[in-house]
């Protein structure tokens, strides 16, 4: 069992930034990939950005890239998410997720624990 805490959600101008966070329970951390994904209103959840279990690969959508860094630091458990140059269509409630089945997923149902999730509101 993973227990997935998020945190750094807010209300930022367009043009701004956050940073996410994301704390692990347990001493498995590094064996999970892990993921970004956010959900909009009336919108499916989707992924954003996906991260490998040693970190050294990293998968972006690419209407994030060049603007989004997904980072983990497995000493600490934890996993980020640097959003630079937001827009107003960032706007949506962002999830973190673990997958244990693939050293990086990019879909949805390999992921089998998710946090609660962390608003972000981006206003224009």
């Known amino acids: 069992q993973v227990q997935l805490v998020e945190s750094g959600g807010g209300l930022v101008q367009a043009g701004g930034s956050l940073r996410l966070s994301c704390g692990a329970s347990?001493?498995?951390?590094?064996?999970?990939?892990m993921g970004w994904f956010r959900q909009a209103p009336g919108k499916e959840r989707d992924l954003v950005a996906a991260i490998s279990r040693s970190g050294g690969t990293t998968y972006y959508v690419d209407s994030v890239k060049g603007r989004f860094t997904i980072s983990r630091d497995n000493a600490k458990n934890t996993v980020y998410l640097q959003m630079n140059s937001l827009k107003p269509e960032d706007t949506a409630l962002y999830y973190c997720?673990?997958?244990?089945?693939?050293?990086?997923?990019?879909?949805?149902?390999?992921?089998?624990?998710w946090g609660q999730g962390t608003q972000v509101t981006v206003s224009s």
């Open positions: 347990g001493r498995t951390f590094g064996s999970y990939a």
């Open positions: 997720a673990a997958g244990g089945r693939t050293d990086l997923s990019t879909i949805l149902r390999e992921y089998d624990y």
